[in-house]
């Protein structure tokens, strides 16, 4: 119970016949004037109040929050439950695994490794879309899961009898974010603490950047790196900054035609340019009310994608109406609305709480929209599509022109990333002649293909190679999901086809939506167009997209065609969807289907028909986009509450396939020193009980010199398993044949592939080299200081003792959550990131690995400094940290080496130490987070 109980906020609530123990927010001078999403951060200091790291001046300071004023108050949150995928959830099972035997070594129990907080993985991201487009492709897909991911599902069973309070939801059932709403969100807690029964705001960090889809139930939560996750599962508080809320009110109506992707395109393009890293944005207004709970939950989804901490809606009769139909118990919903009500966590539109900035949309004005072509901020309005692609084209061209030069003068690698080598040197006049050309029509590239069957056709640059209704942003959005049965029902009566180069995939984010698809009759139709459901995951959004049809495949990479996806998702970032895939797209899944119609990106729906009826009267979207009526019409007949509760009734059970796994009975693992999935990682090999003291870094060199947006899919393995790369070469040195390869997220659970694949990814540019794409490096061992892999030149960086460092750009490490971005920089000897700005939670991420994040000084760059990444580094300061205090600033100075250019000067600056809070200190001074709470646990 909490110890401390200082503004007397301990009080009980009746509901039924059942007696809760509360904390009352109103007992706090102050709470008022807060956002819905402080009360939420009031309530959980109150609760948590012990007077050692939750005091009373914590909760003064958010009672009496300056909405305008500098995040400067750190507090400690600490989530009601926690929350994982399995690409993310191994890798911290890995790591209990381990600190159970860590613990031993030191001396102490194994059994105190036990997640504290309620803990639940869904096991969504390994379903990869190979086989799609006919009727056996959900069923094979599952097996070729299993095949591949047997050792891990092991691994997983055995955590979910090893450990306490930790549950999996098995493969096949549903993406993480779409269970989370649909199932395990409580939106009010109960839980037994000290014998009394508690309620309290249900609240949650999860491994994966959009956890946060669930702020559109009122419930807080958000995403953090898998070494956050960790500590939170066992006790440690989440330390961070109280933060500055902006308001995002909403009025009016969307309007037909209009649909909830297009809503949140076009606030995700509002917040990006406004600004809201580290921020949470919470909705209100009138509008409000108009928004139904799928659409909310769309919204917050997307929080990552602008920037924000989180992005919560208030809880109001939408809430509890959404909790009904989903199957949460009568009791459960009463509790919920009571408990808002009392702790003035209900919406009231006439009541404005105060924010610190404001921003308003009246959804009136929101118009069909894209985002494209590889951030999902650059939202493009569906009328300028076909005039914004022939701009990206020539875009697209020109980055290239550099390239192509250099392969018209002999000096390109052979292994160049556009697809042609030095040695062709008619196609590289003829693509140089291409891309040289300002003219748009003159960008295209017509190329004939063959197929197996007979068929023909010409494919050019902007050609649709893969359409997908996939991720969790819109497969749990019954609006758009039953708008694309209905324009799928529509294209048949008309005798539309998909056009046959287009890989076309369905994957809904839970079993509910095939129950409805087959009700409403829309899943034949869907079918009758090549969308046939190829898993219940996340498949193409996170690049588990599976091969592209072969002859497809083979014209592109032959032709160095710029073909197109698109999909459903919230991430379309360079090199993601498909290394065969040069340009992504996001849209809603009707317009999924339109283009997959279309066959083109270099299309107009306005003007270009989509084919001809059975009469040879041309077709337009128009002619077959759905009512909004017929749409709410179908949706109030084919979803019901049955659907939830057949489906959810035994969620945690799992199927033949997931039962009949073997599973040891032990509470230490039993590592298999054959296995090339799950390895026991480094983290405490030579750990000791005291702390060493933090060292100043000498001598260091420039591992990579990156720019702007550098993504976590940049930095973190992610994908397919190059076999030429130093990750190919040691599961082949391990005897694993090339076609079991999987992915790099399938194979979180071992650190020996994970850093060989960091810094991999196919489009990663560093500026050590000139006109070479991927994870390559100059190895400043060598004497001439030679192109290597990143890996490789690790290796020899870490054989000589010689630390390494990065230099970078602005928003560093934006993108997903992912723990192996900051894991394998760490493993690979790097010491300091220095950037221009980072996103929250890679930087944070950093310092749980022991990596120091520094910030250039404002205004400064690495050009401006005239930094060129040649030179060896120092960086004096950092052993303040040893006092107990965080300086603000340490010093750099970079030398010229014998690889720098001639006449080149030494570089001295203070750059800006990034070490946030005092708990964040801590960790630093422990080597990273999973040592500093190893070490309280002994």
């Known amino acids: 119970m909490s110890a401390v ?15 809760y123990e509360v904390f009352r927010v109103d007992s706090v001078p102050g709470h008022e004037k807060l956002p819905f999403s402080l009360k939420v951060l009031l309530e959980n200091l109150l609760r948590t109040e012990d007077g050692a790291n939750v005091t009373k001046s914590q909760i003064e300071a958010l009672g009496s929050w300056v909405p305008t004023a500098e995040p400067d108050t750190e507090i400690q949150f600490t989530p009601a439950r926690v929350i994982m995928q399995d690409f993310t959830g191994v890798p911290c099972i890995v790591d209990l695994a381990t600190m159970r035997e860590a613990v031993g070594a030191l001396g102490g129990d194994p059994n ?304 160049d990333p556009i697809g042609f080598t030095a040695e062709d040197e008619q196609t590289a006049h003829q693509v140089h002649h291409i891309h040289a050309s300002k003219a748009p029509a003159s960008v295209s590239k017509p190329t004939h293909v063959a197929l197996k069957d007979g068929t023909e056709y010409t494919l050019d640059h902007g050609a649709v190679a893969v359409a997908a209704i996939t991720s969790c942003t819109n497969t749990s959005n019954p609006s758009v999901m039953l708008a694309a049965g209905l324009l799928a029902r529509n294209a048949n009566r008309k005798g539309l086809k998909a056009k046959p180069w287009v890989k076309t995939t369905l994957a809904p984010g839970s079993k509910v939506v095939t129950d409805y698809y087959d009700k409403s009759g829309l899943t034949a139709e869907l079918e009758a167009l090549g969308f046939y459901t190829v898993g219940y995951g996340c498949t193409v959004c996170i690049g588990n997209t599976g091969p592209l049809i072969d002859e497809v495949t083979a014209a592109i990479n032959q032709n160095d065609l710029a073909v197109t996806a698109v999909l459903s998702g919230n991430r379309n970032f360079e090199g993601r969807i498909s290394p065969d895939v040069k340009m992504n797209y996001l ?23 989509l084919g001809t009826d059975t009469e040879g009267n041309d077709v337009f979207l128009k002619d077959i986009w759905p009512d909004a009526a017929e749409v709410q019409k179908t949706i109030d007949s084919s979803i019901t509450t049955e659907m939830f509760t057949k489906e959810y009734g035994e969620v945690f059970d799992g199927d033949e396939r997931w039962r009949s796994l073997p599973t040891p009975d032990s509470e230490v693992f039993e590592w298999d020193a054959a296995s090339t999935y799950v390895r026991k990682p480094p983290y405490f090999d030579g750990m000791t009980l005291e702390t ?84 390559f490096t100059r190895d400043f061992t060598q004497a001439d200081g030679p192109q290597a892999f990143i890996y490789d030149a690790s290796v020899n960086y870490q054989a000589a003792a010689t630390p390494l460092v990065i230099f970078a750009g602005k928003e560093y490490g934006s993108g997903s959550s992912r723990d192996w971005a900051a894991k394998g920089t760490s493993l690979l000897g790097v010491r300091a990131v220095i950037a221009e700005s980072f996103e929250r939670i890679h930087r944070s991420n950093l310092i749980g690995m022991g990596v120091i994040p520094l910030q250039f000084p404002a205004g400064q760059t690495a050009e401006g400094l005239g930094l060129d990444g040649t030179e060896v580094v120092s960086i004096s300061g950092i052993t303040a940290l040893n006092d107990g205090s965080t300086p603000k600033t340490v010093h750099v100075t970079a030398v010229p080496s014998e690889h720098s250019p001639a006449g080149k000067t030494p570089v001295e600056f203070d750059a800006i130490v990034r070490i946030d809070t005092p708990g964040e200190a801590d960790y630093y001074r422990n080597g990273g987070i999973l040592q500093y709470v190893l070490r309280s646990l002994v």
């Open 692 to 775: 060493s003291p933090v060292v100043d870094i000498a001598g260091a060199r420039v591992l990579a010199k990156l720019g702007d947006s550098v993504t976590t899919d940049h930095i973190s393995p992610a994908g397919n398993i190059k076999a030429d790369s130093p990750a190919g070469a040691y599961l082949q040195g391990h005897g694993v044949d090339r076609k079991d390869f999987n992915s790099y997220g399938s194979r979180r659970g071992n650190h020996e592939v994970m850093i060989r694949g960091t810094f991999a990814n196919i489009r990663l540019k560093n500026q050590l080299l000139d006109g070479v794409e991927g994870g």
């Open 5 to 19: 109980n200082s503004f007397g906020s301990k009080s009980t609530l009746t509901v039924g016949a059942t007696d």
């Open 587 to 609: 849209a809603s899944p009707p317009l999924v289907i339109a283009y997959a119609l279309a066959g083109s990106m270099n299309f107009d729906f306005d003007t270009d028909p």
């Open 112 to 415: 105190k490794i036990n997640p504290l907080a309620p803990a639940e993985l869904v096991i969504d991201h390994s379903v990869i879309a190979d086989l799609f487009g006919t009727e056996n492709a959900l069923e094979r897909n599952v097996e070729i899961e299993y095949e591949r991911n047997g050792e891990r599902y092991q691994f997983l069973r055995w955590g979910q009898t090893a450990f306490d309070d930790f549950k999996v939801v098995p493969p096949g059932t549903g993406i993480v974010h779409q269970v989370n709403i649909e199932y395990l969100a409580r939106v009010t807690f109960t839980r037994t603490v000290g014998g009394v029964l508690r309620a309290y705001p249900d609240t949650c960090v999860g491994t994966d950047s959009h956890t946060t889809m669930v702020n559109g139930l009122g419930v807080l939560g958000w995403g953090v790196g898998g070494i956050e996750a960790e500590a939170a599962m066992l006790g440690q508080p989440v330390s961070m900054l109280i933060p500055k809320v902006v308001g995002f009110k909403l009025s009016g109506a969307i309007p037909t035609g209009v649909t909830a992707t297009d809503v949140v395109l076009t606030i995700t393009q509002m917040l990006r340019r406004h600004g809201v890293v580290g921020k949470f944005v919470e909705f209100y207004g009138a509008g409000v009310a108009e928004v139904p709970l799928a659409n909310r939950a769309t919204i917050g989804n997307m929080s990552p994608e602008f920037g924000s901490t989180a992005a919560m809606f208030p809880i109001d009769q939408v809430t509890l109406d959404y909790l009904t139909m989903t199957g949460r118990s009568a009791e459960q919903v009463k509790l919920v609305e009571e408990y808002s009500k009392l702790q003035k966590l209900w919406h009231d539109p006439e009541h404005e709480p105060v924010y610190s900035e404001y921003l308003e949309l009246d959804l009136s004005t929101v118009v069909p929209s894209i985002a494209g072509p590889k951030r999902p901020q650059d939202r493009v309005e569906l009328s300028n599509a076909k005039a914004q692609f022939e701009k990206d084209i020539v875009d697209y061209a020109d980055s290239n022109l550099s390239y192509v030069d250099e392969a018209i003068e002999g000096t390109f690698p052979a292994s």
